[in-house]
T-cell receptor, first 114, second 113 residues
């Protein structure tokens, strides 16, 4: 059974640019959540999608957005990048919404903004 | 409010020592779920265990064991005979219903050869 696939693994972008990250969940998992991880702030929840609908949202500015497709694959987009957006972005898939089923995480996308 | 506290920021032990990682949680719900995840240097978070609030039985899996005590709101994790490969950051997390996981700050475990 294939795991959660995140692409790309590494990205370097310039301030002001935008970026799109992709996540393919485990087959059969309909929930996809996104997290930002930085040394100073730890793991911070961005948003969760289930059946193409955003079900939960964290406390991030509108520059951070996401979507989910009918095959459960998800993308997140960050516009007008800032230096502080440099982080490891983790995608997690789950059987249902919320965290009670536990997550399977991808390897993450490490974004560096210069 | 829900909260997860991992008071140990970093632990360093010599290989083959036993080590316990502490996790204390706060919740008002009677139904909740607790988790432990491991994050090795590669970055991927690896699921270790899920425990629901109605199951206070301790769990043992090889060298890993978990002690869940509702009376003290703790869900501690012990590694017996630690190995260098156990070096990682370990996260404890709490879930109530459809809400997102509440994560602890993590404990960095260093196993020295």
């Amino acid at each position: 059974k294939a795991g959660v696939t995140q692409t790309p693994r590494y990205l370097i972008k310039t301030r002001g640019q935008q970026v799109t990250l992709s996540c393919s969940p485990i087959s059969g998992h309909r929930s996809v959540s996104w997290y930002q991880q930085t040394p100073g702030q730890g793991l911070q929840f961005l948003f969760e999608y289930f059946s193409e609908t955003q079900r939960n949202k964290g406390n991030f500015p509108g520059r951070f957005s996401g979507r989910q497709f009918s095959n459960s694959r998800s993308e997140m987009n960050v516009s007008t990048l800032e230096l502080g957006d440099s982080a490891l972005y983790l995608c997690a898939s789950s059987l249902g919404t919320g965290g009670r089923y536990g997550y399977t995480f991808g390897s993450g996308t490490r974004l560096t903004v210069v | 409010a829900q909260k997860v506290t991992q008071a140990q920021t970093e632990i360093s032990v010599v290989e083959k020592e036993d080590v316990t990682l502490d996790c204390v949680y706060e919740t008002r719900d009677t139904t909740y779920y607790l988790f432990w995840y491991k994050q090795p240097p590669s970055g991927e978070l690896v699921f270790l265990i899920r425990r629901n609030s109605f199951d206070e039985q301790n769990e043992i899996s090889g060298r890993y064991s978990w002690n869940f005590q509702k009376s003290t709101s703790s869900f501690n994790f012990t590694i017996t005979a630690s190995q260098v490969v156990d070096s990682a950051v370990y996260f404890c997390a709490l879930s109530e219903g459809n809400y997102q996981l509440i994560w602890g700050a993590g404990t960095k475990l260093i196993i020295k050869p």
